[in-house]
C-alpha cells in the first residue's frame, strides 16, 4: 500500500478509527498528526471495542509500530490511562512512540478552556473541556511545554517556574477559582515522565528513514475538514490542521512523500457541539439517525446533532485535502427511512450557493437544497455482514443509486463502504471493478 493520509471530510466522528484500523492492516507505521484528547476514535473487533483518544487506531495491529506525531497536543493522564487499559484488555498490541517535539497538555490548560468557554457567550464552541484550544494557543505563543522538555527535568521546572505565575494572573483575570498547585504537578508530572521517557523520539527522523526504505506509513487524521483551524467553522471548530496538510507539519514530512489521501465521509452529517448546520433535521428523522446510528460522542458522552448529507461540505473537503478517494461509512444507519436526501447546494437570500461559505452569518441562513433517493430497508447487522461478505451486487439497489450518486456527484472512487461498526462489517471495494470504485 501507498503511503496514504486518512482525514475526516465533515464535522468529525465519520468513522475515522475504524477505517484506519482496516487500512493499518497493510501499513508499516500508523501515525496520529493532530489533535488531541479531544478525538474519540472506535475500534470495535469482534466483542470487543475500544475508544482511543490519543493512541493510533493501529495499535490493535500486533508488530505494527505507532506513532504520536509533534502535531498532536499529548495529555500523559490520559495517555497512561488508555496504554494500562490496552495492556490490560491485549496481550500483543503495537508499539507505541511519541515525538519529542509534541506539546504536552497541562492542568491549566483544561482550566482555561473552562473559562474561556464561559467568557465566549454565544461564540462558545462547546469544546470538549480537554484543554485543548488553550494548549495550541501555548504553542503559537511559544509559552508551551513539550515531550522533549517534560522528560528534561531541568528544562520542565524551569517553565513551570515562568509559567505558573502567568497562568495564575490569566484564571485569576477570567474569574476563575481554581488554584494551580505547583508541587502537586511538579511530582505527578515528574511521574509521567518516568514512564513516558523511553518512548520519545524524533518522529520525524523515524518516519522519513522508512520512507527511504520503502516502508509504508498511514497518517492518521483526527476530527474532520470542517473543525479545522484554517478551513472549518470558526470559531467553532478545533484549534488544529485537521486537513492533509496538517500531516506533514504534524509529523515532519514533505507532501510529496504522502502517495494517497482519503476522506471518510459519513453517509449522513453529525455534529456534536454547536454553530450552524445548514442540513440539520431537528425532527423525528434527525432523532432515527441518532438512534440507529447510536451517536453520542465517544470522548464527552453528548447526543451528536444529525442531519442529511451534506455534498457542499464534502466537495470542500475534496479540494482543500486534494481527495483521491472516499470511504463511506454508516450506509447502514440510513435503513428504514422511506426517502433519504442529499444536500446539493444551498439557496442564501434566495439565489443559490455551491461553495460553503467562510461568513459564519451567512452559513446560518443558508438554506440546503435537497436531492431526494429513495430508501432501503432496515436489515440486522448479521445480514449487512452477509452483504459484506457477498460484495457490490448484493447491496440493496436504492443504496447503489445513493451511493453512486455520490461518486459520480464528487468524481472519486469509492474505496469502502461501513455497514456497521465492527471491523468485518466493511465492504473493501479496492481493487474491485465496480460502478463504485
Ligand atoms: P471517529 O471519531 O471518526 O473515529 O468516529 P467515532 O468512533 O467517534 O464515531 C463513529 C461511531 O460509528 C462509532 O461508534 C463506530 O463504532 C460507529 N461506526 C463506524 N463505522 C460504522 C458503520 O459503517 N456503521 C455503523 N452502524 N456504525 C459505524
Ligand atoms: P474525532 O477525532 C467531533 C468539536 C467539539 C467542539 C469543537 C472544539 O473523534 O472525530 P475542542 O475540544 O477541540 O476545543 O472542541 O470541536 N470536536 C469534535 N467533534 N469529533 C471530534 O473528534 C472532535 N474534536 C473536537 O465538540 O465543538
Ligand atoms: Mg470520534
Redesign the pocket.
Known sequence: MPSTAIV?TQ????G??KITDIYAAEADIIVRFQ?GT????TVIIGEDKFAFHLIPSGMLRPGKTCMIGNGVVVDPVILLKELDELKRRRKRTGKLLIADRAHVIMPWHKII?GLEEELKGKLK??????G??PCYTDKIARTGIRMADLIDSRVFNEKLDLFIPMKRKIITAYGGKKRINRKKIQSDYAKYARKLRDSVVDVSLLINKALDKGKNVLFEG???TH?GIDHGIYP????SNTVVGGACTGTGVGPSRIDRVVGVVKAYTS?????PFPAELKNKTGEYMQRQGMEF????G?PRRCGWLDLVMVRFSKRVNALDGIVITKADVLGGLKKVKICTEYKYNGKRMTEFPANMRVLARCRPVLKEFEGWENISQEEWKDICDKGYKALPKEMKTYLGYIRKTLDLPIEMIGLGPAREETMDLRGKRTPLA
Open positions: 475526516g464535522w468529525g466522528d465519520e475515522k478509527g489533535g479531544n478525538a474519540g476514535h478552556d464552541a462547546g469544546t470538549t473541556m480537554r485543548i484550544g483526527a476530527q474532520g473543525l467553532y471548530g478545533t484549534s455534529r456534536v457541539g454547536t454553530g460522542g465517544t470522548t464527552t453528548r
